[in-house]
């Protein structure tokens, strides 16, 4: 059996329809957004999933990566505004957020990103000291993040992150740094020893005068006891009360025992008066005590029928 022109025309065209299909099915990976042109012009976006286009008329043009990606900055030396040469590298993390720019808004994207970051981190940190580079790093970031970002919104992509890895000073450097470190560090040693020693001498001087305004304080005081004791026995014997005196000068007597008593390099006490002038001295001090229960009334010792004994002192 053979087939006629028509049916072979038909089975043709049935084979490029089915090529048809085939070649204007499009399955997009996710994370991925393809860029569709006709006759060299943008028409629209493949999202991720099964797409259909006009193989005749469309084709795909750029895949673009919509996920979020890394671009190792390399290493590059920078003049600080000081005049130090420093060793820097980095890295920028970007993503894509409108394929279309990303595609036809610049030539060579990670290319462009990578020279705008070196561009922009040389700009950043020449402005600087090289103290100020050291210890801001995170000021430095944040402000190339921000240039950065700035510089590359048309192209598409948003910038996330722009992160100094490595300053390397050299060697020289280095070491005046270090030796400037402990320089630093003996002065402040120093600073902090020599407060501490104020400090104390101040506390010491504070201490001191605390003592001797307590010293003179209790010596007033005393002086003020003895006034007052004085003055009640100078009164005393100027109304006849000759008692009053014996009990005063006994009370000198039994102190300054005490303190011959009290004393460790003395064993033999050579005593330059007589015993019977100190024993009349308390006999003064038992009138004293007797004339004092007398005045009490019934109620002292003599109620209860006792009888204070008196020291005569003897005639020498």
């Known amino acids: 059996m053979g087939f006629s022109g028509f049916d072979i025309a038909i089975i043709v065209l049935v084979f490029l329809v089915i090529i048809l299909l085939f070649k204007g099915i499009r399955t997009v990976p996710q994370g991925y957004n393809y860029t569709v042109e006709r006759f060299g ?28 990606q890394v671009l190792d900055v390399p290493t590059q030396e920078i003049i600080t505004r000081d005049n130090a040469i420093v060793g820097v590298d980095g890295v920028a993390f970007y993503q894509v957020l409108n394929a279309p720019q990303a595609a ?11 020279n705008l970051t070196m561009t922009n981190i040389r700009t950043v940190m020449g402005s600087m000291d090289l103290d100020e580079l050291l210890s801001n790093r995170d000021a430095i ?8 970002d700035e510089a590359a919104h048309p192209w598409g992509i948003k910038i996330t992150r722009v992160e100094i890895k490595d300053i390397n000073p050299p060697a020289n450097l280095v070491d005046s740094m270090s030796r400037q470190m402990i320089a630093e560090r003996d002065k402040r040693a120093q600073i902090l020893a020599a407060e501490g020693m104020k400090q104390s001498q101040i506390l010491e001087a504070e201490g001191r005068r605390e003592a001797a305004f307590r010293d003179a304080e209790a010596r007033e005081r005393s002086a003020e ?11 005393a014997i100027a109304k006849g009360d000759v008692q009053a005196i014996n009990y005063f000068i006994a009370q000198k007597y039994t102190e300054a025992l005490a303190r011959i008593g009290s004393s460790s390099n003395n064993k033999i006490v050579l005593m330059p008066f007589e015993a019977s002038s100190l024993i009349g001295s308390l006999g003064g001090i038992g009138e004293i005590a007797r004339e004092v229960f007398k005045a009490d009334g019934p109620s002292g010792p003599q109620r209860q029928g006792a009888r204070t004994p008196l020291v005569r002192p003897s005639d020498n």
């Open 41 to 68: 012009r943008y028409t629209k976006t493949l999202t991720p999933g099964l797409n259909i286009i006009n193989p005749i008329f469309e084709r795909v043009g750029a895949k673009m990566n919509m996920m979020e």
């Open 104 to 114: 036809y808004q610049v030539s060579g994207l990670q290319n462009a990103i990578l």
């Open 141 to 148: 970031n944040e402000r190339l993040l921000r240039v950065v």
């Open 225 to 235: 006891a003895e006034a007052k004791a004085t003055q009640v026995v100078s009164e």
